[in-house]
């Protein structure tokens, strides 16, 4: 006989610790900052094309720093929330693939977004792979978006 609070994975049904005040506000904090994520990353995508048609219009030189300036400040604002994703995730307990879904965010938005950045002003190839990052982050934040909403509170 199961209890009210287990969910079958596979064969064997898993335990899961009921949800506490602490944690069902940590949870529903945690869809909320993922929700806000997407959206910024949705954001992203524009400002990274109005910078790119800026600096067409514009010519190269010193406007390159002002074009992509809002692109940047946003992106490291994702970042900051992606380790406020983390510590929610950690505080709700959404899961062990969420957990560590919210740790990769992390480095892929705060240490690998600016390592490609940086490279791609020398090298094409980096700034290309800088590019695919994002479309992997929004994917990774997109799973995790979609589990969280199918989770109860």
């Known amino acids: 006989m199961r209890s009210k609070h287990s969910v079958a994975t596979g064969t064997e049904p898993a335990t899961i610790a009921p949800l506490t005040g602490l944690r069902r506000g940590a949870l529903a904090g945690y869809r909320w900052a993922l929700l806000a994520f997407l959206l910024a990353g949705v954001t992203q995508i524009f400002l990274a094309g109005l910078g790119a048609f800026r600096l067409q219009d ?11 300036a809002p692109h940047r400040a946003l992106g490291f604002s994702m970042g900051a929330i992606a380790l406020l994703i983390l510590v929610l ?41 800088h590019a695919l990052d994002g479309l992997l982050i929004l994917g990774v934040a997109g799973y995790l978006y979609a589990r969280a909403r199918r989770q109860r509170i």
């Open 58 to 68: 514009q010519g190269l030189g010193a406007a390159g720093d002002s074009a992509f």
């Open 89 to 129: 995730a950690v505080i709700a307990r959404p899961g062990a693939r969420a957990i560590a879904g919210s740790a990769v965010l992390v480095l892929l938005t705060s240490l690998v977004q600016s390592l490609l950045a940086g490279l791609g002003e020398d090298h094409a190839v980096y700034g290309a792979l």
